[in-house]
């Protein structure tokens, strides 16, 4: 539509919006061809990204939650 106010023609607009939504499918089929290669080490890999998110949670959050003094309101419930 945004190339149709612009003045383009119904065919090629159409075209251009066709040709926009082309890199969708050919990179669905790149990351499942990688998804397929990576398998055997796919386990270590998500291990790895666990454990980072583990330590972004003890490092940042946990002392950020502490930070207002109610540190001792979780063993109270």
């Known amino acids: 539509m945004p190339l149709r ?4 023609t119904r065919l090629k607009s159409f075209w251009y919006g066709q040709l926009s939504g082309i890199v ?3 990179a669905g089929v790149i990351g499942a061809v ?3 290669l990576a398998q055997p080490i796919l386990p270590y890999a998500l291990a ?3 454990s980072a998110m583990i330590f972004v949670v003890v490092e ?3 002392p ?6 109610n540190t001792d309101y979780l063993f109270f419930i």
Not at 5 to 8: A, F, I, K, L, V
Not at 64 to 69: D, L, P, V
């Open 24 to 26: 969708e499918p050919i």
């Open 48 to 50: 790895f990204t666990a």
């Open 64 to 69: 950020e939650s502490q930070r207002g003094g």
């Open 60 to 62: 940042e959050v946990v």
């Open 34 to 36: 990688a998804v397929i």
């Open 5 to 8: 106010r612009e003045g383009m």
